[in-house]
Nanobody, 121 residues
Framework: QVQLVESGGGLVQAGGSLRLSCVASGSILNINNMAWYRQAPEKQRDVVALITKSSITNYADSVKGRFTISRDNAKNTVYLQMNSLKPEDTATYYC???????????????WGQGTQVTVSS
């Protein structure tokens, strides 16, 4: 079994910062892409940022220049540093990863349970 556990969400004023973390644990052989998604009430879940195994990154236009995704492969952890937060960043943030596991020896997509980020104006 594999689990992704997020932490670091909370309430912050506009202009503030938060750092999200997501740790993958379980029968993990390898992790390829890791990503952060977010979903606001009554809206679809959208990708915020993605990072490859070799740390190539990609960002949604709405967060470029404000958010930074990074990872620590030794710790099976991905981070999202969020600066200059805006009320429109308010959402539940989900960690996502493509993970190769035993005993299947297949890559599968896993999701965390989500962490709430609320930005007040």
């Amino acid at each position: 079994q594999v689990q992704l556990v997020e932490s670091g969400g909370g309430l912050v004023q506009a202009g503030g910062s938060l750092r999200l973390s997501c740790v993958a644990s379980g029968s993990i052989l390898n992790i390829n892409n890791m990503a952060w998604y977010r979903q606001a009430p009554e809206k679809q879940r959208d990708v915020v940022a993605l990072i490859t195994k070799s740390s190539i990154t990609n960002y949604a236009d709405s967060v470029k220049g404000r958010f930074t995704i990074s990872r620590d492969n030794a710790k099976n952890t991905v981070y999202l540093q969020m600066n200059s937060l805006k009320p429109e960043d308010t959402a539940t943030y989900y960690c996502n990863a493509d993970i190769l596991t035993t005993p299947t020896f297949r890559y599968r997509e896993y999701w965390g349970q989500g962490t709430q980020v609320t930005v007040s104006s």
